[in-house]
């Protein structure tokens, strides 16, 4: 074994009755580094968790790409232009749907609402995997009503269960003797809850053959065209080869323009928590210095009498290094214990749980990634190392004869 580390895996491990105090000093910086690098892995984790799981749900929810006419008039041949754009290359599917503005009536309340037609295979987006209650089904029913899926917020709101008549009034303009809304009635037969209260509270889906009679558009017209790309990553070029295909009077947006203001949320979040926890280190690493100094202190007359047996200055100063870079490597490795505890915790029992109504999840998600693990043992690492040099200098430029003589 080398000498310096030798002789730093001896102060490191040795204990000393007279050296209790020291002892504990040694125990606060690694427990300091332990605390600071646990914090920041769980913080890096959280804020993934909080982004993978708010972009799931709006990727969900939404279709990737939408196509609309300006001043949302109706597309007349809606049909043509989803084969058109389904052939585009990156596009997954695309279709045409109806959206509009109606009031719905439960058995309990009446309530604003949007709803949505699509045709008979569903829609484009994962809206099945957030059914909570009841079966994603549009189908004629067998009282020949169409099945409607309402938010779960919507739900309760107008007191429905499943099974319940639902009965919907599209209104254009103010309702009058002359101007009776049309009216169409469905049987709820499922409800979805995504945790987004903007998508829970005032969204209604169904097939589009009774919205089309509610809104009285022809056979082939519809309001836009939903678009979902092969590649969840390729949404922004898919956005950009649809948006350049299909001109005025058809306007373009993609999903991260349509909820900029939740995605902006999410990456400030991203952007700023890792720094502010990241102090946690800084101020751990930097206590080493204290640290070291004392036991460089504590070690004074080890010092004096290692360099009159011929020990360089060189190897002292290594010594106090590997001893500050053991504090360093312990903490480090409680920390990460640490922080794979809390994963396992959080993962299996959702020890921390969350208003869903504010952060749009009911527990705090964690996702670690090893970048993480590597970037932040290496910070920890750098950052300790120098914060021990300026005692393992002082260490180094001690004076032996000053050293065998004091007290004398």
């Given at each position: 074994m080398n000498f310096t580390a030798y002789i730093a895996r001896r102060y490191f491990w040795g204990s000393k009755r007279e050296s209790r105090?020291?002892?504990?000093?040694?125990?606060?910086?690694?427990?300091?580094?332990?605390?600071?690098?646990?914090?920041?892995?769980?913080?890096?984790?959280?804020?993934?968790?909080?982004?993978?799981?708010?972009?799931?749900?709006?990727?969900?929810?939404?279709?990737?790409?939408?196509?609309?006419?300006?001043?949302?008039?109706?597309?007349?041949?809606?049909?043509?232009?989803?084969?058109?754009?389904?052939?585009?290359?990156?596009?997954?599917?695309?279709?045409?749907?109806?959206?509009?503005?109606?009031?719905?009536q439960g058995p309990g309340e009446v309530s604003g609402t949007g709803i949505k037609g699509v045709p008979g295979e569903g829609d484009v987006t994962r809206l099945r995997d957030y059914i909570s209650e009841g079966t994603y089904d549009i189908s004629k029913q067998q009282d020949g009503l169409h099945g409607i899926i309402l938010g779960s917020s919507l739900t309760q709101t107008l007191g429905a269960e499943i099974g319940d008549r639902i009965t919907v009034y599209a209104l254009d303009g103010l309702p009058s003797p002359l101007n009776s809304p049309e009216i169409s009635q469905f049987r709820l037969t499922g409800v979805y809850q995504t945790g987004i209260a903007r998508f829970d509270d005032n969204f209604a889906l169904t097939h589009i053959q009774p919205v089309r009679r509610l809104f009285e558009l022809g056979t082939l017209e519809a309001s836009m065209i939903d678009i979902n790309a092969v590649n969840m990553d390729n949404i922004r070029s898919v956005y950009a080869s649809?948006?350049?295909?299909?001109?005025?009077?058809?306007?373009?947006?993609?999903?991260?323009?349509?909820?900029?203001?939740?995605?902006?949320?999410?990456?400030?979040?991203?952007?700023?928590?890792?720094?502010?926890?990241?102090?946690?280190?800084?101020?751990?690493?930097?206590?080493?210095?204290?640290?070291?100094?004392?036991?460089?202190?504590?070690r004074v007359k080890d010092i004096g009498i290692l360099k009159t047996i011929g020990a360089r200055s060189r190897s002292i100063r290594q010594v106090f290094l590997l001893e500050g870079l053991y504090v360093a490597v312990s903490g480090?490795?409680?920390?990460?214990?640490?922080?794979?505890?809390?994963?396992?915790?959080?993962?299996n029992y959702q020890i921390i749980p969350l208003s869903e109504e504010n952060y749009y999840m009911s527990t705090v998600p964690v996702e670690p990634h090893l970048l993480d693990f590597v970037i932040v043992s290496a910070v920890t690492i750098l950052l300790c190392t120098l914060a021990s040099w300026l005692p393992a200098r002082i260490a180094a430029k001690t004076d032996p004869v000053a050293v065998l003589s004091f007290g004398k």
């Amino acid at each position: 074994m080398n000498f310096t580390a030798y002789i730093a895996r001896r102060y490191f491990w040795g204990s000393k009755r007279e050296s209790r105090f020291l002892s504990f000093i040694k125990l606060m910086a690694i427990g300091g580094v332990a605390i600071g690098s646990a914090g920041l892995l769980i913080s890096l984790s959280i804020v993934h968790g909080f982004k993978s799981t708010i972009n799931e749900k709006i990727l969900g929810f939404a279709p990737h790409v939408t196509v609309h006419s300006f001043m949302n008039d109706p597309i007349f041949r809606s049909d043509t232009l989803s084969v058109h754009i389904g052939d585009m290359p990156g596009v997954d599917v695309a279709q045409p749907v109806i959206l509009g503005q109606v009031m719905i009536q439960g058995p309990g309340e009446v309530s604003g609402t949007g709803i949505k037609g699509v045709p008979g295979e569903g829609d484009v987006t994962r809206l099945r995997d957030y059914i909570s209650e009841g079966t994603y089904d549009i189908s004629k029913q067998q009282d020949g009503l169409h099945g409607i899926i309402l938010g779960s917020s919507l739900t309760q709101t107008l007191g429905a269960e499943i099974g319940d008549r639902i009965t919907v009034y599209a209104l254009d303009g103010l309702p009058s003797p002359l101007n009776s809304p049309e009216i169409s009635q469905f049987r709820l037969t499922g409800v979805y809850q995504t945790g987004i209260a903007r998508f829970d509270d005032n969204f209604a889906l169904t097939h589009i053959q009774p919205v089309r009679r509610l809104f009285e558009l022809g056979t082939l017209e519809a309001s836009m065209i939903d678009i979902n790309a092969v590649n969840m990553d390729n949404i922004r070029s898919v956005y950009a080869s649809v948006r350049d295909d299909t001109r005025f009077p058809f306007v373009t947006e993609n999903v991260y323009q349509r909820y900029r203001n939740i995605f902006a949320w999410v990456d400030l979040q991203e952007e700023t928590i890792p720094f502010v926890i990241a102090v946690m280190i800084v101020v751990a690493a930097f206590n080493l210095i204290g640290t070291v100094l004392m036991m460089v202190l504590e070690r004074v007359k080890d010092i004096g009498i290692l360099k009159t047996i011929g020990a360089r200055s060189r190897s002292i100063r290594q010594v106090f290094l590997l001893e500050g870079l053991y504090v360093a490597v312990s903490g480090l490795l409680m920390g990460t214990g640490i922080a794979m505890v809390f994963f396992w915790l959080q993962i299996n029992y959702q020890i921390i749980p969350l208003s869903e109504e504010n952060y749009y999840m009911s527990t705090v998600p964690v996702e670690p990634h090893l970048l993480d693990f590597v970037i932040v043992s290496a910070v920890t690492i750098l950052l300790c190392t120098l914060a021990s040099w300026l005692p393992a200098r002082i260490a180094a430029k001690t004076d032996p004869v000053a050293v065998l003589s004091f007290g004398k």
